[in-house]
């Protein structure tokens, strides 16, 4: 099985400043099946990037995904309020990477 | 609007089974596959599989083979988990979700709508 370790943890930044969230896979993924999740205290997750780089409906375009093979990347352009949450990515039908906390 | 409601939360005793249902709206029922993942307090997401509410064919993660059964039921357009032999730390919140599925003939993989939750405590 494919393991995903993200990093960092925790990454611990101000609203305004710019997020940059690695996960990267123990081999090579299909980038069509690489999607990044956002879980906030109490919440279901929430759908923010499928196909490693495509916005889910609804997301705003502060949210952009890149990568490939074994190497993804979450970046949050201009960091809101609303933003510091646990993001999880996650190989289609398969596991997810531990996760990492955006703290204020 | 596209909803998934599932059923209420569960204490089970060890050995036991739970049944978690999640109820599906607004939307074509049979057109999406179905997910289940779970989450033990504290701990990362667990994909636990899929079924395919038109066919009840499934694919389940191998950590939940042989005690996790995913069916259906058309008519009320429901689907549901079963977990059986139930082991402390089977405790979790249990959600479905909906496949992204097809958009014109291309097919996307994710999982867009998710169900509010159940937890299932396991205790003696």
């Known amino acids: 099985e494919i393991v995903l370790t993200q990093s960092p943890g925790t990454l611990s930044l101000s609203p305004g400043e710019r997020a940059t969230l690695s996960c990267r896979a123990s081999?090579?993924?299909?980038?069509?099946?690489l999607a990044w999740y956002q879980q906030k205290l109490g919440q279901a997750p929430r759908l923010l990037i499928y196909g490693a780089s495509s916005r889910a409906t609804g997301v705003p375009d502060r949210f952009s995904g890149s990568g490939s093979g074994t190497d993804f990347t979450l970046t949050i352009s201009r960091l809101e309020p609303e933003d510091f949450a646990v993001y999880y990515c996650q190989q289609y039908g398969s596991s997810f990477g531990q996760g990492t906390r955006l703290e204020i | 609007q596209v909803q998934l409601v599932q059923s209420g939360a569960e204490v089970k005793k060890p050995g036991a089974s739970v049944k978690v249902s999640c109820k599906a709206s607004?939307?074509?029922?049979?057109?999406?596959?179905m997910h289940w993942v779970r989450q033990a307090p504290g701990q990362r997401l667990e994909w636990m599989g899929w079924?395919?509410?038109?066919?009840?064919?499934?694919n389940y993660a191998q950590k939940s083979q042989g005690r996790v059964t995913m069916t259906r039921d058309k008519s009320i357009r429901t689907v549901y988990m079963e977990l059986s032999r139930l082991k402390s730390d089977d405790t979790a919140v249990y959600y479905c979700?909906?496949?992204?599925?097809?958009?014109?003939?291309?097919?996307?993989?994710?999982?867009?709508?998710w169900g509010q939750g159940t937890t299932v405590t396991v205790s003696s």
């Open positions: 079924i395919n509410p038109n066919s009840g064919d499934t």
């Open positions: 081999q090579s993924v299909s980038s069509n099946y």
């Open positions: 979700a909906r496949d992204l599925g097809w958009e014109g003939t291309a097919y996307y993989y994710g999982m867009d709508v």
């Open positions: 607004g939307y074509s029922f049979t057109g999406y596959y």
